[in-house]
């Protein structure tokens, strides 16, 4: 009997990547069509308006839950492997794209085919059409990081060089 392959471990896509993921989708979810958002956005939102002495916000939370961040617990922006990793997908773009944290949930290790079959894409009802010039609120990070760099962290550095990079790659 044949023992199942291991994924290998997964490692970390980088920021770069993630960012040219998120641009070439346009900011949107791939799977349901709703416009995702950085997470580092908020969490730098929170930041500021709670340093403004406003603490009864729920804009942020490191575990997106829905009472303390209800925007990224349904429409965070993450990176899905069209393949799933653990079938063997890689971590490159032609296997990436951006998902909301929802169909992230709902996705796990099914493939993109198998997850439309199960939940086929609905019609986006936009009156007045789809987004554009969508940034995933990534220009709000931008200025909230530079405005306070000592409290940018090591990973949000890596994002900030992505997102002012003029071309973000890997």
Not at 20 to 38: H, M, Q
Not at 85 to 114: P, Q, R
Request: charge should be positive; glycine fraction near 6%.
């Amino acid at each position: 009997m044949d023992t199942p392959e291991k994924p290998k471990p997964r490692g970390r896509i980088s920021a770069a990547l993630k960012v040219r993921t998120f641009r070439s989708d346009g900011w949107i979810c791939r799977y349901c069509g709703a416009p995702v958002v950085l997470a580092q956005a908020m969490k730098y939102m929170d930041r500021f308006v709670r340093a403004a002495g406003i603490t009864e916000l729920a804009y942020h939370h490191p575990n997106w839950t829905r009472t303390n961040a209800p925007l990224l617990d349904h429409l965070g922006a993450e990176v899905d492997h069209v393949k799933a990793h653990s079938h063997g997908g890689a971590h490159e773009a032609d296997n990436l794209a951006t998902i909301c944290h929802k169909c992230n949930l709902k996705k796990g290790a099914l493939g993109a085919e198998d997850f439309r079959k199960k939940y086929p894409r609905r019609e986006v009802n936009a009156k007045y059409g789809e987004p554009v010039q969508w940034d995933g609120l990534s220009t709000i990070f931008i200025a909230l990081a530079k405005r306070d760099p000592n409290a940018v962290n090591s990973a949000d550095r890596a994002r900030l060089r992505a997102l002012t990079a003029r071309n973000a790659s890997t």
